[in-house]
C-alpha cells in the first residue's frame, strides 16, 4: 500500500480493504487502536470499531471532512507462516478426526521458515502419534498456540501453549513427553 503524498480519501480506500489498525486525529481529540467498519468514499463516512479503551460494539461515524491527520498501522504479511499454520492445522485435524485450531504468534520464528516448518512437523507428528489421549485431547484442548519461549509445553484453560525457539526445537517424543501429562 503506497501512502505518500496520496489524498485521504485513497489512503481510506486502501486501509479499508486491509485489515488495518488506525489512529485518527479530529479537532481536540484523537480516536487511537479503531479498526475500519466501513468507508464510504461518496458519503466521506468513516466508520470505525473500538479504539481509546471502546469495545468493538462501540461504532464510531466520522466525517472525512473532520479528520486532521490518519495513522495506518497495516500488519506485515507473513505468507509462509501462515500457509505452514494451515497446513498443520489441516493435518492434524484430519489424523485426530476432531477440529484443532493452530495460532502462531507473529513474533514468532520471523525470517526463520525453516525451522518454524521442522516445528510445526514435530508438532503434528508428536500429537497424531497420541492415539490413546486422542479423547483427552479433544475434551481438553481446542486450540494450539506457538510462541518462542523455553519451556516444551503449558495447558492454558482450552489452549495447549507450545514454547518455541528456531535453535532448540524439541523431537515429536520430547513433546508428545510434555503434551501427556497435562492432558491426564
Do not use: K
Not at 7 to 24: F, G, N, R
Not at 59 to 66: L, V
Not at 123 to 138: G, R, S, V, Y
Request: hydrophobic share 50%; aromatic share 4%.
Amino acid at each position: 500500500m503506497d501512502l505518500t503524498a496520496a489524498p485521504i480519501e485513497d489512503i481510506l480506500d486502501a486501509a479499508a480493504t486491509s485489515s488495518a489498525q488506525i489512529t485518527v486525529w479530529l479537532s481536540g481529540h484523537s480516536l487511537a487502536g479503531a479498526r475500519i467498519a466501513a468507508w464510504s468514499r461518496h458519503d466521506r463516512i468513516l466508520v470505525c470499531r473500538g479504539g481509546n479503551g471502546f469495545t468493538d460494539d462501540d461504532i464510531h461515524y466520522i466525517r472525512s471532512a473532520d479528520i486532521q491527520a490518519l495513522t495506518v498501522r497495516v500488519p506485515a504479511p507473513r505468507p509462509e507462516s501462515d500457509r505452514l499454520g494451515a497446513e498443520v492445522r489441516d493435518a492434524i485435524r484430519h489424523a485426530a478426526g476432531y477440529p484443532v485450531s493452530l495460532a502462531i504468534r507473529p513474533d514468532a520464528f520471523a525470517n526463520a521458515a525453516a525451522p518454524l516448518a521442522a516445528w510445526l512437523e514435530n508438532i503434528t507428528l508428536a500429537i497424531t502419534a497420541m492415539e490413546p489421549l486422542h479423547e483427552a485431547f479433544q475434551a481438553q484442548i481446542d486450540q494450539i498456540l506457538l510462541r518462542e519461549g523455553a519451556t516444551p509445553a503449558v495447558l492454558g484453560g482450552s489452549t495447549l501453549i507450545l514454547e518455541a525457539t528456531p535453535d532448540n526445537i524439541p523431537s515429536p517424543e520430547v513433546l508428545r513427553a510434555a503434551i501427556e501429562p497435562l492432558l491426564l
